[in-house]
């Protein structure tokens, strides 16, 4: 078992921005997919990619649970964005503009950058 896991995690971290642009990844459950985004080891992950598929998870799982979706957008590497390319996502997304303590969340993120 721990072979098998080694083997998926290094392969996850070699390949991570095309296994979660899979369609798979929006079936994954939340705890998966929390776990996948927090893990530090992977180094190579493009950030747009991750706050897309974050959101796509989001929209299509239905997700309106706060807290799921404040944790999700606190594993984003916020600095690895620039400012535009956060608007520009986040204005795409008019449900989670109508969250005032993410929208909060979010200013704080895009100032500290």
């Not at 998870?57 to 606190?74: A, D, G, P, Y």
């Amino acid at each position: 078992m721990k072979k098998s896991f080694y083997q998926s995690h290094y392969y996850l971290s070699k390949n991570f921005n095309q296994c979660i642009n899979m369609k798979n990844f929006l079936q994954l459950p939340y705890t998966t997919i929390s776990n996948i985004l927090a893990d530090q080891t992977i180094l190579n992950r493009d950030e747009t990619i991750v706050l897309s598929r974050i959101l796509n998870w989001i929209t299509s799982n239905h997700v309106e649970n706060n807290q799921i979706i404040m944790h999700l957008f606190k594993t984003i590497r916020w600095n690895k964005l620039d400012y535009e390319q956060q608007r520009e996502w986040l204005t795409a997304s008019h449900e989670l503009a109508e969250n005032s303590k993410l929208t909060s969340f979010i200013k704080e993120q895009i100032r500290s950058v």
